[in-house]
């Protein structure tokens, strides 16, 4: 299987154990343009849930994760399914933190 149809599968089934107990998650999956959701959509009482829970999408053979409103650190359960470090990027992240948050994963000294 080549990368990206990897990386497509774990993403895939990341979000789907993320959002396994929880009925009122709702994984939206566009693997025409590798955009990835898991969103909610309900009522706790008289409080309206509404949003994103977790966005990932594949871009040029990386994941991206362009949102976490979660308190799981993605980017080493991404690692510990089989993603490589230097191909995760926190799009969520202004360029210039991204740069300097990849040396690490790089091999770079900070």
């Known amino acids: 299987m080549d990368r990206v149809k990897e990386y497509r599968q774990i993403a ?4 789907q154990n993320f959002a396994a107990d929880d009925p009122e998650a ?3 999956f566009d693997a025409e343009r590798d955009h990835y959701l898991v969103m909610h959509n309900g009522w706790r009482n008289d409080y309206r849930i509404y949003g994103c ?3 990932l999408d594949l871009i040029e053979g990386k994941v991206w994760i362009q949102h976490n409103s979660t308190e ?3 980017d080493q359960e991404l690692i510990q ?5 230097q191909d995760i ?3 969520f992240r202004s360029p ?3 740069e300097r948050l990849a040396a690490p ?6």
């Open 53 to 55: 829970a977790v966005q």
């Open 72 to 74: 799981i650190v993605i």
């Open 26 to 28: 709702q994984l939206i």
């Open 81 to 85: 399914h089989g993603v490589a470090p």
């Open 12 to 15: 895939c089934d990341f979000l």
């Open 105 to 110: 994963y790089a091999g770079s000294k900070p």
């Open 96 to 98: 210039s933190v991204r």
């Open 89 to 91: 990027v926190l799009g």
